[in-house]
């Protein structure tokens, strides 16, 4: 599939970083047990760090995107499969909990702004994300985080359809596998963006010599 050709402009592109929480991250974070290729995602954690320290030098928007669920998880519903039977399962990231704490190295900084109202697999799903990026003028969004296969592949599908132009941090995502991460990066990206490594990422964002007389 053809690859869009398009310059990012530090100015219009923010950086969308996903479930950098401790339910993922910290040892005992639920989600620890979803990880099967401890190697991929541990890569990954460094490239997120790695990336957020990038976008920050380059003053590009950030934007932290997290999950919080009220006691009992209503939000979730009667539904039994899927992400919402998952989630009300194994009872992941609950409201004022240190597990939906963002994880150390990831703490939003002044400036920084933190979605809420999320409730579904896509950043988009519920929160506040959209119109911030609109009235911020924010036409570019790079993603990154956890899991690559489902909340980071559901939000670049979503960003595309929104009509953001739509970049994975392939540095900075893992799946549970590297089958999963593969099949994402080969079968499903290049319909809806363009995955990208960090040090590309790092050379497009440099700012652009103004050249106004």
């Not at 999320?118 to 911030?132: E, K, P, Q, T, Y």
């Not at 909340?151 to 595309?160: K, N, Y």
């Amino acid at each position: 599939m053809h690859q869009f050709d398009h310059e990012l402009d530090p100015v219009r592109t923010a950086l969308v970083i996903i479930e950098c929480q401790n339910e993922w991250l910290a040892p005992d974070g639920k989600l620890q047990a979803v990880i099967a290729d401890r190697p991929q995602f541990c890569s990954a954690v460094t490239g997120a760090k790695a990336l957020l320290n990038i976008a920050r030098e380059k003053k590009i928007a950030i934007a932290h995107v997290g999950l919080r669920f009220q006691n009992g998880h209503p939000e979730m519903g009667s539904g039994g499969f899927g992400l919402r039977g998952a989630i009300k399962t194994f009872g992941t990231f609950p409201v004022d909990s240190l597990a939906s704490e963002f994880a150390k190295g990831f703490e939003p900084k002044e400036g920084e702004f933190v979605v809420t109202g999320r409730v579904g697999g896509s950043a988009f799903a519920g929160s506040n994300l959209d119109i911030w990026l609109r009235n911020n003028r924010i036409d570019t969004v790079i993603l990154a985080g956890f899991a690559l296969h489902v909340c980071v592949e559901s939000s670049l599908r979503a960003a595309h359809d929104l009509g953001y132009h739509s970049y994975l941090a392939q540095d900075a995502s893992a799946a549970f596998n590297a089958a999963q991460r593969a099949h994402v990066l080969s079968e499903v990206v290049p319909h809806f963006g363009k995955a990208l490594p960090n040090t590309e990422i790092q050379s497009l964002l440099t700012s652009k010599q103004d050249c106004t007389l």
